[in-house]
């Protein structure tokens, strides 16, 4: 299994940006996904989950309002749309997938990564 993230760049505070994450080589019908950010210096943070059954999207609260996370099943793609970027959003972003039923909001449950793609805003 692949994942291939981009759309990261640097943009100034308020600006948009759009990731992507392009699922490939999955032998399994279902998966939930999520996007992570980890800054230099601090820990892993999960910043928002799309199950694949039913359940709505989650958001760490500081992103709520501003970033979506939508998929496209058939194309096998996941995207944060993310507005009114602020400093504090800069940091690697990483989509990840996990296949079981083990619960959605912690990082470890999800065992594929993909490579980070860097969110830079300035201030």
């Known amino acids: 299994v692949q994942l291939q993230a981009s759309g990261g760049g640097l943009v100034e505070t308020g600006d948009s940006l759009r990731l992507s994450c392009v699922v490939s080589?999955?032998?399994?019908?279902?998966?939930?996904t999520a996007w992570v950010r980890q800054a230099p210096g601090k820990e892993r943070e999960l910043v928002a989950v799309?199950?694949?059954?039913?359940?709505?999207?989650w958001y760490t609260d500081s992103v709520k309002g501003r970033f979506t996370i939508s998929r496209d099943k058939f194309k096998d793609t996941v995207w944060l749309q993310m507005n009114s970027l602020k400093p504090e959003d800069t940091a690697f972003y990483y989509c990840?997938?996990?296949?079981?039923?083990?619960?959605?909001?912690?990082?470890?449950?999800?065992?594929?990564w993909g490579q980070g793609t860097l969110v830079t805003v300035s201030s």
């Open positions: 990840a997938m996990k296949a079981d039923s083990s619960p959605l909001y912690r990082i470890s449950n999800y065992n594929y």
């Open positions: 080589g999955r032998t399994f019908s279902a998966y939930d």
């Open positions: 799309m199950p694949w059954r039913g359940d709505r999207p």
